[in-house]
């Protein structure tokens, strides 16, 4: 192999690790970014209505809301992989 065609190689493989690492980045920044949307409006809620009180509440919400879709669907293969 020409040593021209071994640097084109390498450097081919460190752009595409480059772009997945971008491309993994924006997924996350992406799911962070629907999360933060339900705090603030679950914020919003609170402050609107004056719902202190139900604030434990909505936070407790808020989580399950993201768990249920973002891991939900992940746990819910498992069980039937599983055979429960």
């Known amino acids: 192999m020409d040593p021209r065609e071994r640097v084109f ?3 081919q493989r460190l752009v595409s690790a480059k772009l997945m690492a971008v491309i993994v980045m924006n997924e996350f920044l ?3 970014r629907k999360v933060k949307y339900i705090f603030c ?3 919003v ?3 609107q ?3 202190y009180f139900f604030a434990p509440l909505f936070f407790l919400l808020a989580i399950i809301a993201f768990f249920v879709y973002y891991v939900g ?4 293969i498992a069980f039937i992989y599983a055979g429960v």
Do not use: N, Q, T
């Not at 669907?73 to 819910?76: A, R, W």
């Open 49 to 51: 209505h004056r719902y």
């Open 9 to 11: 190689a390498g450097w």
């Open 30 to 32: 992406f799911l962070f």
């Open 45 to 47: 809620l609170i402050k």
């Open 73 to 76: 669907p992940s746990v819910v």
């Open 41 to 43: 409006e679950m914020l």
